[in-house]
């Protein structure tokens, strides 16, 4: 299996802080990582050097075979090939523009409409996406007045609309009732056991919206890591304790479905 993404000795350095501190990582294809971390730990600022919108202070960040910063390198030919969907790109979006719209733009490499003519071929691709992702009725509705969950899912689909090799979720279940988010856990738990879907990792707060598929888990706590490698080794109650900075205790159900609680202040 080929590297998708390889991140060694990687820091981020603003105003004299490490925001990510020697980290060494690599994401080999067909993977799926969810990474953890407090707020604050640099999870963001990963994905943006992953996503290679970010350039690291020390160390080398290769993404699906470029090295970020070489001669030879050019961040506009690989980007197309990161999928990505975060906040950050909700905010890019225009607010009038359809939901069919806002995932056929992702297939010209713009965040507006303009004028131009789509291929028939793309129009399919768009729609195949936004059906899976349970968008169907909601095609023609302009994104602006989408809920925090169906915002999400056209993200989704929106991120998927180039083909990826490499999918970056940043905390997709963010702010979604309890309804919403198990129906995006299921649809991420599709995603992620489709061998065809591209490598993925997916930033979130929560171990309760991991979903079955995903195989690798990275933990980071100010800027370092503390975890990383298979999820079954990985996610342990020590590991998430270190993690998080205090006693927690996590579970796996008989679904492969995880959560966490803190033990009781004595
Ligand atoms: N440009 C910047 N200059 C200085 N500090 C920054 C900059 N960008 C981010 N930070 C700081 O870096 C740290 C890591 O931020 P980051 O957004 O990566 O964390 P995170 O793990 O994603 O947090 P959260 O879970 O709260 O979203 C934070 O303390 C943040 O305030």
New binding site residues.
Partial sequence: MSDVLELVDVSVV??G?A?VDQVSWSVKEGERWVIL??????????LNVASSYLFPTKGTATILGETLGRPGTDVFELRPRIGMAGIAMADKLPKRQTVLETVLTAAYGMTATWQEEYEEVDEQRARAFLDRLGMNDLLDRKFGTLSEGERKRTLIARALMTDPELLLLDEPAAGLDLGGREDLVRRLGRLASDPLAPSMAM?T?HVEEIAPGFTHVLMIRQGKVVAAGPIDLELTSRNLSVCFGLPLVVERNEHHRWSAHGLPLR
């Fill in positions: 603003r105003e802080r925001l971390g407090p707020n604050g730990a640099g999870k963001t600022t990963l930033v707060h």
